[in-house]
């Protein structure tokens, strides 16, 4: 059911979750929404300390504080009455019922200490894909009330985290991890003791959202048209969040083309398994199956050497992308084996991260796991094999796009999360276009790479040389 910006802005106001994301778009009103709530509950409850953050102070004053919808312009009646003040050098605004407004920013990382005695009440971020998930998570533990006498209205609402953002920015993988893939849309969960605990809720929002913008300014659209990348155009008009502009994917991933419902690998595919090892940041177990042009239980014909991931096990902290559990490689060995005892699959080895065959204090990784009756095959890491693998899974993936498709191409089942979550946003590398960003969360992504480009069974839709 669509719903329009009326009931959305009534569920930000209304809704007993106490952490929410406003999210999605370009355009849709998100940083007025913002400024309103933050005056409606100044009025409402009295001694509020709401604190409303940007990453930089010069975005911080041009987006709240100029123009026909500012602070300034929805309280200059007030203002001219002195029921506020704005206190220009401290860079707050003040109501005469005690209630206050801290216009913040923290354009470093370490400019969250200053607000380390902090007791916010409200706290407000606007583009919280432009924080790290460590300057919010430290900015969300300031969040405390003492002593505020709520109305009945608002009990159980208070202390509360309202955030607004577009997709991208340093902080897409994280805040998309967060809000976007823990829960479906509009749905409220409660988070863990490790999450702060307080209920959760992501409020999408589109263009289409902000009317009064469209007929004001008809021709924003055309000028979002104008940022050149179609996935880009397409993440700010619709606020899609399964791309990254300038990613590795995002002009060729499309969710509902290869992310697909599981069915029942038939008996004459090739099934092997793949690895990328991770302690402190987390491995990734990818199983494969590639059709050997029969007809899928699904209905539909594959080409002949179609890849499908159709199942994985990614050993990450829960809520804390790119954060390892630390197993050690027998325990990983054990846990594949018992996912594999429970198919009627004949699986085999297939590529492995090749950093498992180094020795250290006659320590192997691969031996180890070759004790619990899991072996691999080492994947190539030659010169030039990165820029081949990526280009491999590109074109994969292109050719899922066809329809009908002549080439084998790249699908994955939609139930496997961190795969999703992770490769489709997959940043480049900065320095080297052509490779993704090690620094990233990109173990989903290698694991794919290493299938595609260099298994001992290559994947028939790619024509380099088999390794």
């Keep these: 059911m669509e719903l329009s910006l009326h009931q959305k802005q009534g569920i930000v106001f209304q809704s007993i979750a106490t952490e929410i994301l406003f999210g999605g778009a370009a355009g849709p009103g998100k940083s007025h929404l913002m400024r309103v709530a933050a005056i409606a509950w100044c009025v409402a409850i009295p001694g509020l300390q709401v604190y409303l953050f940007r990453r930089t102070f010069p975005d911080l004053m041009k987006n709240h504080m100029e123009g026909p919808s500012s602070f300034r312009a929805l309280l200059a009646e007030w203002t001219e009455q002195r029921v506020v003040k704005f206190n220009d050098t401290e860079n707050n605004i ?237 325990e990983i060995a054990k846990k594949i084996v018992e996912i594999e005892d429970s198919w009627n699959y004949d699986v085999h080895p297939g590529p492995a991260d090749p950093s498992i065959y180094s020795s250290q204090n006659n320590n192997c990784i691969a031996d180890d796991m070759k004790a619990e009756g899991v072996k691999w095959k080492p994947a190539n890491n030659a010169p030039g094999s990165r820029k081949d693998g990526w280009e491999g899974v590109r074109k994969m993936l292109k050719a899922a796009r066809d329809n009908p498709s002549e080439e084998p191409g790249l699908y994955v089942f939609n139930n496997c999360l961190d795969w999703i979550r992770t490769v489709p946003t997959l940043p480049r590398d900065e320095k080297n276009s052509e490779d993704a960003d090690t620094d990233a969360e990109d173990h989903a992504g290698d694991n794919t790479r290493y299938r595609i480009r260099n298994s001992s069974r290559p994947a028939q839709g790619w024509t380099g040389s088999a390794h």
């Design 94 to 330: 003040t109501f005469n019922n005690g209630s206050k407004i801290f216009l913040c920013h923290c354009q470093h990382e370490k400019d969250v200490y200053k607000y380390q005695g902090a007791e916010i009440h409200v706290l407000m971020i606007d583009e919280l894909t432009h924080f790290s998930d460590p300057m919010y998570r430290y900015l969300r533990g300031r969040v405390r009330m003492v002593g505020i006498d709520l109305p009945p209205q608002y009990q159980n609402k208070f202390p509360r985290v309202l955030t607004a953002s577009n997709p991208g920015g340093v902080g897409h993988n994280w805040v998309k991890s967060t809000f976007i893939d823990s829960a479906p849309p509009l749905e409220i969960h409660k988070t863990a003791k490790s999450e702060g605990g307080m209920l959760r809720q992501f409020v999408p929002a589109v263009m289409s959202d902000n009317p009064a913008l469209l007929e004001v300014d008809p021709e924003y659209a055309d000028r979002l048209e104008g940022l050149g990348n179609p996935e880009l155009v397409k993440a700010m008009k619709s606020g899609l969040w399964d791309i990254l502009a300038g990613g590795m994917f995002d002009d060729l991933f499309h969710r509902d083309i290869h992310v697909i419902e599981p069915f029942k690998i038939p008996g004459s595919w090739y099934i092997d398994r793949g690895f990328d090892w991770g302690s402190s940041k987390p491995f990734s177990v990818q199983w494969y199956a590639e059709s050997d042009g029969t007809k899928a239980p699904n209905g539909t014909y594959y080409p002949k050497g179609t890849i499908f991931i159709f199942h994985e096990y990614y050993g990450c902290v829960k809520n804390k992308p790119n954060t390892g559990l630390k197993l050690t490689a027998a």
